[in-house]
């Protein structure tokens, strides 16, 4: 199975679909799957998630044989496993539980971006942990200079999907932003500013360079980006005429 699984993962990381070899691989692997390495198990799962394809009877004996080696995954295999299966919309309440207890006691060892991943995916499964979210925004704040603009992005739209203020996060997330606010792209201001907007926290600095940001990069826009920054704006009654006349001006391009 190894070599199945290292093809699989080269094919996937240059996003190469093969649905003959991916249904090739899934029948090998189910009755085979207690005799998988946590690591082959858990770049199967993202192997199949990154390229859409969702195999439910190998995403199920996937979660039942991980359970049990969690500890063993490792913070990459944790933090890719919950993605994957966010990724998938795959709702599997036992391995998921048993990611965030192991990711509790490991956040430490998390890098920016598997404490971003991992905060998405509960996040984009609508799965308020608790306690793991205080894990994770804790090690936010620690971390937050080593934080990328994607990273904070993430972090950022993840709490605010699941309606959570926390203050001193969103305080350290406004300071990273500002710091790092040239390297960002479109889709970073836009969920950045929806985020604050849907937990209805002002901050004017914040607010002010993402919005002088977002006005000299709107031909960038996707369709959902226009629409979350004029929500945002309005929501957080913002009247910043030049921007709204951009974002006016931007969607009409898209519907002639």
Same mark, same amino acid.
């Given at each position: 199975?190894?070599?199945?699984?290292?093809?699989?993962?080269?094919? =996937?990381?240059?996003?190469?679909?093969?649905?003959?070899?991916?249904?090739?691989?899934?029948?090998?692997a189910i009755p085979n799957i207690c005799d998988m390495s946590a690591r082959n198990l858990a770049n199967t799962v993202w192997s199949f998630s990154?390229?859409?394809? =969702?195999?439910?009877?190998?995403?199920?004996?996937?979660? *039942? !044989?991980?359970?049990? %080696?969690?500890?063993?995954?490792?913070?990459?295999?944790?933090?890719?496993?919950?993605?994957?299966? &966010?990724?998938?919309?795959?709702?599997?309440?036992?391995?998921?539980?048993?990611? /965030?207890? #192991?990711?509790?006691?490991?956040?430490? $060892?998390?890098? %920016?971006?598997?404490? *971003?991943?991992?905060?998405? =995916?509960?996040?984009?499964?609508?799965?308020?942990?608790?306690?793991?979210?205080? !894990?994770?925004? &804790?090690?936010?704040?620690?971390?937050r200079r080593a934080l990328s603009p994607q990273d904070i992005s993430s972090i950022v739209w993840s709490v605010a999907k699941l309606g959570v203020?926390?203050?001193?996060?969103?305080? /350290?997330?406004? /300071?990273?932003?500002?710091?790092?606010?040239? $390297?960002?792209?479109?889709?970073?201001?836009?969920?950045?500013?929806?985020?604050? &907007?849907?937990?209805?926290?002002?901050?004017?600095?914040?607010?002010?360079?993402?919005? &002088? #940001?977002?006005?000299?990069?709107?031909?960038?826009?996707? /369709?959902? +980006?226009?629409?979350?920054?004029?929500?945002? $704006?309005?929501?957080? *009654?913002?009247?910043? +005429?030049?921007?709204? !006349? =951009?974002?006016?001006?931007?969607?009409?391009?898209?519907?002639?």
């Amino acid at each position: 199975m190894l070599h199945l699984t290292i093809t699989a993962w080269s094919l =996937a990381k240059l996003i190469v679909f093969n649905e003959p070899f991916l249904e090739a691989i899934a029948s090998q692997a189910i009755p085979n799957i207690c005799d998988m390495s946590a690591r082959n198990l858990a770049n199967t799962v993202w192997s199949f998630s990154n390229l859409v394809y =969702a195999h439910n009877p190998l995403f199920t004996a996937i979660s *039942a !044989a991980s359970i049990a %080696p969690i500890m063993e995954y490792g913070v990459q295999g944790l933090s890719n496993t919950a993605w994957s299966y &966010a990724k998938l919309v795959c709702l599997d309440m036992p391995l998921l539980d048993a990611i /965030a207890s #192991s990711a509790i006691t490991s956040i430490a $060892e998390y890098d %920016p971006q598997n404490i *971003a991943n991992t905060a998405w =995916a509960f996040a984009a499964l609508q799965i308020l942990h608790a306690p793991l979210l205080t !894990a994770i925004a &804790a090690e936010a704040i620690r971390k937050r200079r080593a934080l990328s603009p994607q990273d904070i992005s993430s972090i950022v739209w993840s709490v605010a999907k699941l309606g959570v203020v926390d203050l001193p996060l969103l305080d /350290a997330i406004s /300071a990273s932003s500002l710091a790092k606010i040239q $390297e960002s792209e479109p889709r970073g201001f836009s969920n950045t500013l929806w985020a604050y &907007a849907k937990l209805g926290v002002y901050d004017g600095p914040l607010i002010t360079s993402i919005s &002088a #940001s977002s006005l000299a990069t709107i031909v960038e826009f996707d /369709a959902q +980006g226009l629409t979350n920054s004029a929500w945002s $704006e309005a929501l957080l *009654a913002v009247a910043d +005429g030049r921007l709204l !006349a =951009a974002i006016s001006a931007q969607a009409m391009t898209r519907i002639r």
